[in-house]
C-alpha cells in the first residue's frame, strides 16, 4: 500500500489545507510541461493518484483507516521520532559556501565599482611620479638622531618654514645646518622625490616614501586594479580584487599624506 503522505513529503496529521499547498508545489515543480524527464512524470502520477485520495474528505477518512491498521510500515522507522521524509525534489538548505557566493554575487558591482576607482587613482599617482618635478629651496635649521623600529637610527633634517625629512645618517652627513637645499617635488600631490645640496650639488632620493621604498604600492594597485575592472569571469575572484584593491589605496593614501608637504 502506497504511503500517500510521504509522497506529498506530509505527516498524518496534515490539515486540507496543507494537503492542497503540497499538491499544487509538486504538480508545477513535475508537470511534464515544465520539466520533461521521464522521472517527473512518474512523480507527477504518483502526486495526482495521492491528492486523488487525500484531497477528497471521504477517500481520505477511508485511506487513513486503511493507514491505521497496516502492521507494518512502508519503510522502517527512523531512530530520531522527530525526522520527517523529504517529498522528491524537496528544497534543500544551501551550504556556507554557497551563502558565501550568493553574499559576494549581491555585493559585486560595488567591489567592481572599488576596482574601477582605484585603477583612476594608480593613474594619478603614475601621472603624479612622471610628470615634471616641482622645485622648492629651503634652508636646514636643525639635524637630529631619532630611533626608529627595531632600534635603527635616522637623522631628522628640520627646514626654516617646519617641514621635516628623514634621512639615513650616512645621508644626512650632506646636509648640515645653515645647508640650502632643493627639494624635488611631485606635481600633483607635492611628495618629496629628491633633494639636492646647492653648494656641493650632492643628490639623494628620498626612502621613506610612496615613491621611494614603497613604489610597490602603486605598481601593485595599478595590476590588480586593472584585474578588478577588465577581468569578468569568477565572482569569488573579482569580489577579492575589490577587498584588496580597496586595502592597497588606503595604504597608499595614507602613505602619500604621511610623506607630503
Known sequence: MKNYYFILGLTTSAQAFEIKQAYRKLALQFHPDRNPSKEAEAIFKEVNEAYEILGDPQNKFEYDRLLKGIAEPTSAPHRDPRYRPKPPGSYSPPSKKKELLETMRAYLRHAVFVSRVALLFSAILI??????????????VRAKSTREYRGSRSIELELRDGDKINLTPQTAEEFKRGSHITIYTSAIFAVPLLLENETTHFKTKIP???????????LV?????????????GVEFRFNLGVVNFVLMLLSFIFLRIHSF
Open 127 to 140: 601621472a603624479d611620479l612622471t610628470l615634471t618635478p616641482e622645485r622648492q629651496q629651503k634652508e636646514v
Open 208 to 218: 621613506v616614501s610612496i615613491y621611494g621604498n614603497f613604489i610597490f604600492l602603486p
Open 221 to 233: 594597485l595599478l595590476i590588480t586594479s586593472l584585474l578588478g575592472t577588465f577581468y569578468w569571469k
